[in-house]
């Protein structure tokens, strides 16, 4: 705040970054056929992001998921195949597939498993409820209508990465944390 009282510990300094305007809704392009046209790195998230080039010009972010090479094709809609990358209505996605991706409520976005290495499964379809089993194990009802991605989330072996030095946190904007019985008295 503006009296100088820290409000949120271990926070501050960190490098610029550049926000990337990551397409999560994905549903205003069904049917046009796209292409990754590559895949790049993004600062303000663990997952890499991929630039998908559509037919009728446009050019977009998504979060790439596993497996994804340049020149693969994705597809939007219900009419989508079912492969890696798709983004589809959950109403027309198999039982049993694992997505991520997921929307909470339909036409508002991703929110669910979107991190690196993440995913989620279709358990069961029950009128106009489907039940996800999320990454932490809570099993959640989603409505059909909301889209998600087939697959799961590229880049999983972030959380294996060595830091490697003091200063590569600090990068990241986290500062230090300091135990009470080190401070002055």
């Not at 209505?89 to 997921?102: A, E, L, M, Q």
Request: hydrophobic share 35%; net charge positive.
């Amino acid at each position: 705040n503006n009296n100088g009282h820290i409000t949120t510990r271990h926070k501050g300094g960190g490098h610029k970054h550049h926000y990337r305007v990551v397409d999560f809704k994905r549903n205003d392009k069904d049917g046009i056929p796209a292409k990754i046209e590559r895949l790049e790195y993004d600062p303000n998230r663990s997952a890499n992001i991929a630039l998908v080039l559509f037919a009728d010009g446009e050019r977009r972010y998504i979060i790439a998921p596993k497996g994804a090479v340049v020149g693969q094709a994705v597809a939007n809609g219900p009419e989508a195949p079912i492969k890696a990358g798709n983004n589809l209505p959950i109403r027309n996605i198999p039982v049993g597939t694992t997505i991520h991706c997921v929307e909470i409520l339909p036409g508002k976005g991703a929110q669910i498993a979107r991190s690196a290495g993440t995913s989620a499964v279709l358990l069961a379809r029950e009128g106009i409820y489907a039940q996800v089993r999320l990454r932490s194990g809570e099993v959640r009802r989603v409505h059909i209508e909301c889209r998600a991605t087939i697959g799961e989330v590229g880049n999983e072996e972030h959380s294996l990465r060595q830091i490697g030095k003091a200063g590569a946190t600090r990068w990241r904007g986290i500062r230090p944390t300091v135990r009470g019985v080190a401070m002055n008295p």
